[in-house]
């Protein structure tokens, strides 16, 4: 195996839980997770190959940490990384197969009452990083499907409990907003009056998205210690100050 490019650095994890094939990390808003030509470090592949030192195997080649999913920089919440080849095989399995449940909390606009899972067909933009919604598959769009739950309603908006059943860039912001309800913060897909209100009251200058929740079904092989467990990400302090502002105090948190 051969050192990847990436230099650790000495950067503070939060760290929900860790063995000696995983770890689920609580990413902080702001962190990109992998190095990219606008982002070259200070990511948490540079953060856990410090952390990591000597104990991650060669994963695909190389001796780096086996990162199978990933958020957007100004998403908090859990991310899951393999480290050992073992491990982040089965890991990566298990992510492809939708085997693993995993619920995100939003803010998002509107009054939502109801349970729904929807549906459609996902279109991303290279040149501009955004993507686009539509009901019938067309092109290269690919199938996309996002079920959420109310947890509570404030004054015009809900914090929704959402699961990813698929995982395609950009899904919750613009699958939510294509049906009316955008996060709020979101600049890219949100609502500008929306976002507006939370920027002033707040200072929220980003989604309100967090990763909150990692369900593992039950196991056997190397992650078999996992089996039938739930991580959870404590909230941002500045997510809870507007969750108790906008009185949505719902089940849990």
């Known amino acids: 195996p051969q050192p990847i490019e990436a230099q650790p650095q000495n950067i503070p994890l939060d760290i929900v839980y860790e063995d000696d094939d995983l770890l689920v990390v609580n990413k902080p808003k702001g962190m990109v997770v992998h190095p990219a030509p606008g982002n070259p470090d200070g990511t948490l592949v540079n953060a856990l190959l410090y952390h990591c030192a000597g104990q991650l195997s060669g994963i695909g080649g190389a001796i780096r940490p086996g990162i199978v ?37 939003a803010v998002v606009k509107g009054t939502v009452t109801e349970t729904e899972r929807i549906r459609g067909y996902l279109t991303k933009n290279e040149r501009t990083n955004r993507v686009s919604i539509q009901r019938e598959q067309q092109g290269d769009a690919v199938y996309i499907e996002t079920a959420y739950r109310p947890l509570c309603a404030g004054r015009g908006c809900t914090l929704l409990e959402v699961e990813l059943v698929t995982g395609k860039s950009h899904q919750i912001r613009s699958h939510l907003a294509s049906i009316g309800h955008p996060l709020a913060g979101d600049t890219k897909y949100g609502d500008a009056e929306f976002n507006r209100r939370f920027r002033e009251k707040y200072g929220l200058k980003y989604q309100l998205l967090h990763s909150w929740k990692a369900v593992f079904p039950e196991l056997t092989g190397t992650l078999s210690d996992l089996s039938g467990k739930t991580f959870t990400a404590p909230l941002p302090s500045s997510v809870r100050r507007i969750l108790q502002g906008e009185h949505l105090t719902g089940e849990g948190l």
């Open 69 to 105: 999913h990933r958020i957007d920089k100004d998403t908090s919440g859990l991310i899951l990384a393999g480290k050992t080849v073992a491990a982040t095989q089965q890991l990566s399995e298990l992510i492809a197969e939708r085997a693993v449940g995993k619920y995100y909390l």
